[in-house]
T-cell receptor, first 112, second 114 residues
Framework: GQQLNQSPQSMFIQEGEDVSMNCTSS?????WLWYKQDPGEGPVLLIA?????ELTSNGRLTAQFGITRKDSFLNISASIPSDVGIYFC????????????FGTGTRLQVTL | KAGVTQTPRYLIKTRGQQVTLSCSPI?????VSWYQQTPGQGLQFLFE???????NKGNFPGRFSGRQFSNSRSEMNVSTLELGDSALYLC?????????????FGPGTRLTVT
């Protein structure tokens, strides 16, 4: 099935550093979402984006909906150990709103 | 408000058997979607139910089926299990408001087929 291209695949960073990851698609989407998944759990919604160019924050997390509607970016500022996990982007369109297409995931590991 | 609940959390089945998984959405949510998560294919959409009707379907064989009850609870069934069906099966619910496509996931059911 289709997946969005997410990079990097994994990151190993030090506590306090900022993190950036992105997600690209060959297709246009009108809604982008970012999720975090911890081991043995389901993905947890972090941020939802509905308009091209939109920049939205949730605490230390900031995400942007690319102007071409084919990409999105997630930044995490001043990372802490509990940021460890796998981050997924997801996208969908009106009419098939429930049918999320997911990215391949970015595994984040944080050291003290 | 309670989150999405899924039962059972873990399941071991033998090839050829069938299995039924259950999902209870967040109270007030009317849309329930199912996803399969595997290391190789990632998260793949199975189907979505809204008001007891299947509204969207992914690219999975007919062995995968589901249904939704009047209280929005949903079940999915996999018949004639294959080894490749081993996966984490996730259920997600959404409010289905006009502009909200946000889905909230349950913890998943880990299915192992031997």
């Amino acid at each position: 099935g289709q997946q969005l291209n997410q990079s990097p695949q994994s990151m190993f960073i030090q506590e306090g550093e900022d993190v950036s990851m992105n997600c690209t698609s060959s297709s246009i989407f009108n809604t982008w979402l970012w999720y975090k998944q911890d081991p043995g759990e389901g993905p947890v919604l972090l941020i939802a984006l509905y308009k091209a160019g939109e920049l939205t924050s949730n605490g230390r997390l900031t995400a942007q909906f690319g102007i071409t509607r084919k990409d999105s970016f997630l930044n995490i500022s001043a990372s802490i150990p509990s940021d460890v996990g796998i981050y997924f982007c997801a996208a969908t369109n009106t009419g098939t709103a429930s049918k999320l297409t997911f990215g391949t995931g970015t595994r984040l590991q944080v050291t003290l | 408000k309670a989150g999405v609940t899924q039962t059972p959390r873990y399941l071991i089945k033998t090839r050829g058997q069938q299995v039924t998984l259950s999902c209870s959405p967040i109270s007030g949510h009317r849309s329930v979607s199912w996803y399969q998560q595997t290391p190789g294919q990632g998260l793949q959409f199975l189907f979505e139910y809204f008001s007891e009707t299947q509204r969207n379907k992914g690219n999975f064989p007919g062995r995968f089926s589901g249904r939704q009850f009047s209280n929005s609870r949903s079940e999915m069934n996999v018949s004639t299990l294959e080894l490749g069906d081993s996966a984490l099966y996730l259920c997600a619910s959404s409010l289905e408001a006009v502009v909200s496509y946000e889905q909230y996931f349950g913890p998943g059911t880990r299915l192992t087929v031997t």
